[in-house]
């Protein structure tokens, strides 16, 4: 079973950078894609970035490319979301997710089987 914590939330000013961690704490050693989305309050939760099992295809939605970043370590069953330039738009809960069929990155919640519980990012002047 794939158990997701994602940490690295916090508040920060416009224009301000966090990195964002995600780590599998489960006991299962096979790689999969991985994605981070996020939901803001009264909004439905939105896809930001995914990136394949190898860490070598990534994909981004159009509001975060150029300032945003998915890697991942595939040896500390980790991924990350660098996050530069912040915005206020990009305050909400981001979760970490996983896919247990799919390998190349996928931009779709419904393709992810495995979900962390959400850290929240909030960026306010």
């Known amino acids: 079973q794939v158990q997701l914590v994602e940490s690295g939330g916090g508040l920060v000013q416009p224009g301000g950078s966090l990195r964002l961690s995600c780590a599998n704490s489960?006991?299962?050693?096979?790689?999969?894609?991985m994605g981070w989305f996020r939901q803001a309050p009264g909004k439905e939760r939105e896809f930001v970035a995914a990136i394949s099992w190898s860490g070598g295809s990534t994909t981004y939605a159009d509001s975060v490319e150029g300032r945003f970043t998915i890697s991942r370590d595939n040896a500390k069953k980790t991924v990350y979301l660098q996050m530069n330039n912040l915005k206020p738009e990009d305050t909400a809960v981001y979760y970490c997710?996983?896919?247990?069929?799919?390998?190349?990155?996928?931009?779709?919640?419904?393709?992810?089987?495995?979900w962390g519980q959400g850290t929240q990012v909030t960026v306010s002047s």
């Open positions: 489960g006991r299962t050693l096979s790689s999969r894609a």
């Open positions: 997710a996983a896919s247990k069929w799919v390998s190349g990155p996928d931009s779709g919640s419904h393709n992810y089987d495995f």
